[in-house]
């Protein structure tokens, strides 16, 4: 399946929490990185915080959408994100934006990602691969 996924860091080398979770992605069962958008700094949305870099990677994958979103948990927890404030600051951040043409509306899922229409750190990147 087709996939774009949000790709976001604010805290400590953002720029390496980027590349390591792209490395992350690459190195999963099941995900193949086709391209990687340029990564953008951008003001964050919430709490006042330190601004972000945000990107999109393009990837085909054979996960079913909460396959995936194990998935990118996994490498989150894995790089010490930890969710404490809604929309705080973080180490890194993976979101599902687009799963093919699936429409997915669950308490822990929600696919087309509600959001990215609203937020211009995600279209930018994200129109460059589209």
């Given at each position: 399946?087709?996939?774009?996924?949000?790709?976001?860091?604010?805290?400590?080398?953002?720029?390496?929490?980027?590349?390591?979770?792209?490395?992350?992605?690459r190195e999963s069962?099941?995900?193949?990185?086709?391209?990687?958008?340029?990564?953008?700094?951008?003001?964050?949305?919430?709490?006042?915080?330190?601004?972000?870099?945000?990107?999109?990677?393009?990837?085909?994958?054979?996960?079913?959408?909460?396959?995936?979103?194990?998935?990118?948990?996994?490498?989150?927890?894995?790089?010490?994100?930890?969710?404490?404030?809604?929309?705080?600051?973080?180490?890194?951040?993976?979101?599902?934006?687009?799963?093919?043409?699936?429409?997915?509306?669950?308490?822990?899922?929600?696919?087309?990602?509600?959001?990215?229409?609203?937020?211009?750190?995600?279209?930018?990147?994200?129109?460059?691969?589209?």
């Open positions: 399946m087709h996939c774009y996924i949000g790709i976001g860091s604010n805290m400590g080398d953002r720029t390496k929490n980027i590349e390591d979770a792209i490395k992350g992605l069962d099941g995900i193949k990185v086709k391209r990687v958008s340029k990564i953008y700094e951008t003001e964050p949305v919430g709490p006042p915080q330190p601004k972000y870099l945000n990107g999109v990677a393009e990837i085909e994958t054979e996960l079913n959408p909460h396959e995936l979103l194990s998935v990118l948990e996994g490498i989150e927890n894995a790089m010490g994100r930890r969710r404490v404030v809604r929309w705080g600051p973080r180490t890194i951040d993976l979101d599902i934006l687009i799963y093919g043409d699936k429409k997915i509306d669950e308490p822990d899922l929600k696919i087309p990602h509600p959001l990215m229409n609203e937020r211009e750190f995600v279209q930018r990147p994200l129109r460059e691969l589209l």
